[in-house]
């Protein structure tokens, strides 16, 4: 059987016009410039972010009625008739 070398280095061929360690420093200074457009942006919020009611305790449902020791129909009616205001956050119902 006939082996190979493993120290032997096949160039494999490039299609570019221009020599490849040349091509590589164009790349990096590019990347760079990149980079450091980046870092001058300035670093925006996210749009969920909702401010108000971060500073305040949010209560879900079911520790409203343990506070008030009433039942979730109670907690519904008070809703309705305007009592106490839900806050919706994605798919979840808080109070304040």
């Known amino acids: 059987m006939e082996r190979r ?10 299609l570019f016009p221009i020599e490849p360690e040349q091509f590589w420093q164009m790349l990096r ?8 457009q980046l870092e001058k942006r300035p670093v925006r919020t996210p749009a969920y972010d909702t401010p108000g009611l971060t500073y305040k305790p949010l209560y879900k449902i079911g520790e409203v009625c343990q506070l008030f020791q009433v039942t979730k ?5 008070w809703i309705k008739h305007g009592k106490l205001k839900p806050y919706k956050i994605r ?6």
Do not use: M, W
């Not at 070398?5 to 490039?14: D, G, M």
């Not at 200074?29 to 450091?36: A, F, G, I, N, T």
């Not at 129909?73 to 009616?77: F, R």
């Open 73 to 77: 129909p109670t907690i519904y009616d």
């Open 5 to 14: 070398e493993s120290n032997v280095q096949t160039a494999a061929p490039i």
């Open 91 to 96: 798919s979840r119902v808080y109070f304040l």
């Open 29 to 36: 200074v590019l990347v760079r410039e990149e980079v450091s």
